[in-house]
């Protein structure tokens, strides 16, 4: 699993997660900044410099935004 990009970085993206991440899989949208899962490698080293609490592990993101788990991965497959 990988670490997902939530609802609270829209708006605010920040791009501190990006300057940490070790494989650079953190990429930025038009509205938020998105985590290729399949780069990913689940450091959780991230979550932590989010000022917004927008990161979590895939499988524990909160169940309003689970659906943002499929967004990140749709965020590198269509492109
Ligand atoms: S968990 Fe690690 S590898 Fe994955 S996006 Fe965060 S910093 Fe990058
Ligand atoms: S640190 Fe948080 S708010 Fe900033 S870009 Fe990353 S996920 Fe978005």
Do not use: L
């Not at 708006?11 to 940490?20: L, P, Y």
């Not at 169940?63 to 492109?79: H, I, L, Q």
Request: hydrophobic share 40%; charged share 20%.
């Amino acid at each position: 699993m990988a670490y997902i990009i939530a609802q609270p970085c829209i708006g605010v993206k920040t791009a501190a997660c990006a300057a940490i991440c070790p494989v650079d899989c953190i990429h930025p949208g038009t509205d938020q900044m998105y985590i290729d899962p399949v780069v990913c490698i689940d450091c959780g080293a991230c979550e932590p410099e989010c000022p917004v609490e927008a990161i979590f592990e895939a499988e524990h993101t909160p169940e309003p935004w689970r659906s943002y788990v499929g967004k990140n991965a749709d965020f590198f497959r269509k492109a």
